[in-house]
């Protein structure tokens, strides 16, 4: 642990600069003092402020010493949900999605897509993964090639377990269900509780792919405004309640993508007394939930679940690789009809691949990749968004995650995003245009851009171009 | 290739003696003419006859030299399709199921399982699948472990397609979706071209996994009878299609699962063209076509359809490992469709495990061990049978598959299936009872045996005690 000792003290610093006990443009504590404080080296309170220069929060300079040049909280305004009032809608996301140029990749030199929200490779733990995959393959037996159980791999499922304890939750192994992937994860989830026809409650912006896989299933939504600051508003997800009939909740309780926005623990703890009050299934997206920026792992609304009706669904595809496609689900009281669906649609997860992530959990190692991958995106969502404040016209909006990958950017009203994605990929850069995340029409001009690149030049020179040609509109 | 050269001439012996030219009970030509008609050495045609003798089809005694025993072809009857007559039917295969033991495994020590009709590890290639899987670890690149293509890996395609070659097909890697194996590939396929409370025809008996998945989708079934020499009956698959309003078929043209019937080419081409003709989708489960005993791969229906009605599924579940988890499917004129759901059911398949299969196919290990494989197969499956012969009552009736892993047994009238499977489990053995092999309530005296044990003393002792547990009803 005493190697990531510098990223605590930098998180410190940060909440410092951010609640003004240490103003910005004064004189931070000198390396001297600081190590004096903590009880460090001269060389850890070095690597603190480094990493807090390398989020664009510090600046230093010969004689003058390190000065807290931002907040890393709010300073522009944060984008607002759409003022669409909630609406039964039919899902056309696809439609959408099929006229767009397709973001398969792999692209030309120089191409830059800011529109997927996974990790790029530099944020991969590549060697302990490879190293991971090749003690699975040397450990192999004859019975990790016959058919996985349907519920997923014992040793994996223990140890997911064993993660509920960061977020106050108390799983068991027996309560999870290993999935390829969070998607099929939900997919399964979705088609335990509803019928097609049904109609599901999600967050406006809604992450397209949920929409799509809705869509698919051939449900129908309604869309809950959700306040960059608070989240989607309990009283108003009552009346809809009351009012319609409901099959399911689908929400991304942590760092919502797009828009980031953390649910509170009392929001969190109402929605899971609700669905036991009302019966009613709550599927929970926490994909993100793993990549806070704050000192502490966020809870989920599983959290607070007595009665299981909270549907937990998560993966390993943002913290350690998306094409190992392992997700899981802790589904409650419905464990028995997803893992029937489970079976007659695939039948289980491929074991080699269940071993390996097990073994990065069992060493320590996924936790320490964390360690250093948390820190490592919120730079890269630090000086994204600081640059695009730089360079896009003023007046537009940001998101202020405190977690995930994304930015979701709200821009000037003329500015159609559709026709902005257009232009970008002209000039060979690629991002997500707003009316993906929403079945309402609304989102026009909204872009939400991933921050998954390692920062350098080159992403720079290509915000810059992204923000001139907002001003194009 | 010469490694071999004793399964083809033990191939030419055994059709030999199934048309009598050489007749039971008398001698065969002696290893020196044999080696010397063959152009092979002695030791060549010593291995040729002793597979024959390991088949349990030739005895070698002292002096007398080598003696067909037995066909490798009829000689019990073979057991009838049900005689319901075809109508749209709800499935409940999922409640005949939950109230059954659940047949997971690991088993206790000396507890012999002839339920599941997969590949037990003596018949995976273990040793070359490890070195795959090493080698694809090896070669690992960060791209990797980025999200697959929902198509899925280009190598593994590249590959795939060449198979088609085989079954005189003539696919190209841009016709293949790679899925999480042959069920997902059905799934996929049936909600491309289905709406739930349409019909699917089947044939009867049908495997339960399928009638599970349609079950699942909500679908109904028509089961149309599957005569054990003949298959279906193309005129009553027609007066069907003309009745009744069909959605889809989803046939197993290749080694029935459960009774082993093979359709004939002409009913091959026959269903291709109607497919065609009356724009119905027909999905082609092959997932036993490699495991043909005799001399050449069976074709499909997908090898006569010219105009993308035939949806092929496949995966190398019954040929590498079922732990895998790989399928794919060529669902022609619905690919677009069938990757759509894919994308929005869980993205893509995992990277890793493509790789280490796509090595293998190109290595030609695959290849090599098929050819290893399918005389194994066909001993197991003849033993077996010769057991069951020699230890049931007289009267009943056994499928005499070409190829594949299980045998269909008619037991007399009086024994209940799913009574003799508890029986037969309170003597530590399992079998698959007929009642899930349909929807119509029929083959109550039918059931499923799995011949994928090694063959030894004690599967012997165990086909015996089911003999004695049959002769108690």
Chains 1, 2 share one sequence.
């Not at 000086?383 to 977690?403: A, D, N, V």
Request: charged share 20%; with cysteine.
């Amino acid at each position: 642990m005493k190697d990531f000792q510098y990223i605590d003290i930098a998180n410190r610093i940060e909440s410092m600069i951010n609640n003004d006990t240490y103003p910005l443009g004064e004189k931070l504590p000198s390396l001297r003092v600081l190590s004096g404080h903590f009880g460090v080296s001269v060389g850890t309170s070095l690597k603190a402020y480094g990493l807090l220069i390398d989020k664009g929060l510090l600046s230093s300079r010969e004689k003058s010493g390190y000065v807290p040049l931002r907040k890393s909280t709010a300073h522009t305004a944060q984008p607002v949900a759409t003022t669409a009032a909630p609406a039964i809608r039919e899902i056309n996301v696809s439609r959408i999605i099929s006229k767009m140029p397709v973001d398969a990749g792999p692209y030309p030199p120089g191409f830059l897509s800011f529109f997927n929200a996974s990790l790029e490779t530099h944020m991969i733990p590549f060697n302990a993964v490879r190293r991971s995959l090749q003690k699975a393959s040397r450990d192999l037996t004859g019975a990790h090639l016959q058919y996985e159980s349907t519920l997923g791999n014992q040793l994996l499922r223990e140890q997911i377990a064993r993660l509920s304890f960061y977020w106050n939750g108390s799983l068991s192994a027996n309560e999870i269900l290993v999935t390829n992937g969070t998607l099929e994860a939900l997919s399964l989830c979705l088609r335990a509780v509803t019928q097609p026809g049904d109609t599901v409650v999600v967050e406006s912006p809604c992450y397209y792919g949920i929409l799509q896989c809705l869509e698919q299933l051939q449900l129908k939504v309604i869309e809950l405004p959700c306040d960059p600051q608070e989240g989607i508003d309990t009283g108003q997800l009552e009346d809809i309640i009351d009012t319609y009939d409901i099959a399911a909740c689908l929400f991304i309780s942590n760092f919502n993508n797009p828009n980031g926005v953390l649910l509170s623990d009392e929001k969190k703890k109402w929605i899971a007394e609700m669905a036991r009050k009302r019966q009613l299934p709550v599927i929970e997206d926490d994909v993100y939930g793993e990549l806070y920026f704050g000192p502490a792992r966020p809870t989920t609304i599983k959290t607070y679940d007595k009665h299981g009706w909270v549907m937990l669904c998560a993966s390993f595809s943002k913290t350690v690789a998306s094409g190992y496609r392992i997700g899981w689900s802790a589904p409650g009281r419905f464990l028995e009809k997803v893992a029937q669906l489970k079976a007659t649609t695939n039948v289980a997860t491929a074991t080699v691949l269940q071993l390996s992530l097990a073994d990065l959990l069992t060493s320590g190692t996924y936790q320490r990749h964390l360690r250093k991958l948390r820190p490592l995106l919120h730079k890269q969502v630090l000086l994204t968004s600081q640059h695009i404040e730089q360079y896009f016209p003023s007046g537009i909006k940001i998101s202020q995650p405190e977690g995930g990958i994304v930015l979701w950017v709200e821009l000037p009203k003329q500015v159609d995003a559709l026709k902005l994605q257009k232009l970008a990929l002209e000039q060979d850069i690629n991002i997500a245009p707003g009316p993906l995340f929403s079945s309402t029409g609304g989102y026009r001009n909204y872009i939400r851009i991933s921050c998954n690149k390692q920062w350098n030049r080159q992403v720079e020179q290509a915000i810059r171009k992204l923000g001139k040609l907002v001003g194009t509109f």
